[in-house]
């Protein structure tokens, strides 16, 4: 009997290796082309239809005419002439309200998706995201705290939804405060995985107590912006906010993407990760940090959106496995795509009534996790 030993031959290797890798890439394309794709119909989509070549003129104005002014010469040596769009109100509509909403989106998807890819290679658990550690119900009271002494603590405050920068900060540092004390208590019992992911249930619910206590005690306007603000949505869209999280949000996914082969490590086990000469919880305190950051930082424009972090990892990791250089890019470009589709779903679906994107998330996830389910009986989840 002859064995086959093609499959085991260095040139067999390489050529699976690369076959591999041009489907990741291919992928990664695809992916990159949904999302544009996306951001144009959200940008022509809405109360008022917006045509897409009134699309990219406004688009194309709003890039060059700072350029030129800033740069006169440039003018004279790259001479470009555009016409005005054809609907006056077509520049207010988009790069007033449509732009600075969709590229909020696009950041809080890639932001969510990245940090639940990174915390579950860390954890090395399918079910961890940027809510399984409490970070969600510590943002949540942060900003129910904001919301309920705001004009105790500021004097003012300003209709709808109060003052929004003291919300931000609330929703922030509580957020961080979470991981810390996820990670102080994980650290004193043995710094386990299953240890970090009980303490982050457990710290979830004391700040859902307190979130429920906020809720209890606040008058029926103050209720009510609790309750809008736990749905999750765009409101929060400005081009400030978009300057604030565009830097914060690169230099997270940067950091993240150069742990990448640490986490392919790591994926093997920590003995494994260690005997390599990876500091296997220095790795795991960093990453935390860092895609908490990440999290917080949107959550706090945001308020709470869930199964972002859950989903796009699942989608990805089952279409191009566990590579973490790969994972985690793919992951981005999926979950900016879901995100802004399910937005632009919500402001438009009943419009001119805006419903929170968190509602249509949670059907969303609820149903891609029922499918799981069905589809993985005895396989576990993937």
Request: glycine share 10%; net charge positive.
């Amino acid at each position: 009997m002859v064995q086959d030993t093609r499959i085991h031959s260095p040139s067999a290797v390489n050529t699976l290796y690369r076959s591999g890798g041009l489907r990741r890439i291919a992928l990664l394309v695809a992916l990159a082309i949904i999302l544009i794709a996306a951001v144009i119909w959200a940008a022509c989509t809405g109360t008022v239809e917006v045509s897409v070549h009134d699309t990219y003129l406004v688009c194309a104005h709003a890039v060059l005419d700072p350029l030129y002014t800033a740069l006169p010469g440039l003018a004279a040596m790259v001479p470009v002439t555009l016409p005005p769009p054809s609907d006056p109100q077509a520049t207010l509509i988009v790069t007033g309200f449509r732009l600075p909403r969709i590229l909020l989106a696009v950041l809080t998807g890639i932001s969510l998706a990245v940090a639940g890819s990174v915390m579950q290679g860390l954890l090395r658990n399918p079910l961890v995201s940027p809510f399984t550690l409490g970070l969600s119900s510590a943002a949540s009271f942060g900003a129910a705290v904001a919301i309920v002494i705001g004009p105790a603590v500021l004097g003012t405050m300003a209709p709808g939804m109060g003052n929004d920068a003291f919300i931000i900060l609330m929703a922030f540092l509580f957020g961080w405060l979470s991981m810390f004390l996820v990670y102080m208590i994980a650290r004193s019992r043995g710094m386990s995985q299953s240890m970090l992911i009980l303490a982050g249930v457990v710290i979830g619910y004391i700040f859902q107590a307190g979130v429920m206590g906020m809720n209890y005690i606040s008058s029926s306007d103050r209720l009510r912006d609790i309750v809008v603000w736990l749905m999750g949505g765009m409101w929060g869209a400005s081009w400030n906010a978009v300057f604030i999280l565009t830097p914060v949000c690169l230099g997270c996914f940067i950091i993240l993407e150069l742990m990448a082969w640490d986490l392919n490590a790591l994926s093997s086990g920590d003995d494994v990760a260690q005997s390599i000469g990876i500091n296997v919880e220095r790795l795991r305190l960093k990453g935390l940090m860092v895609a908490t950051f990440a999290s917080s930082c949107c959550l706090a424009f945001t308020g709470i959106i869930g199964f972002i972090g859950l989903m796009a990892p699942h989608i990805c990791r089952m279409l191009i496995g566990n590579d973490h250089r790969y994972l985690i890019p793919c992951s981005a470009l999926l979950g900016a795509s879901i995100l802004l589709i399910s937005d632009t779903v919500a402001r438009t679906i009943l419009s001119p009534v805006e419903i929170p994107v968190g509602i249509i998330m949670y059907l969303i996830g609820g149903c891609f996790f029922l499918f799981l389910i069905l589809r993985g009986r005895g396989r576990g989840l993937y």
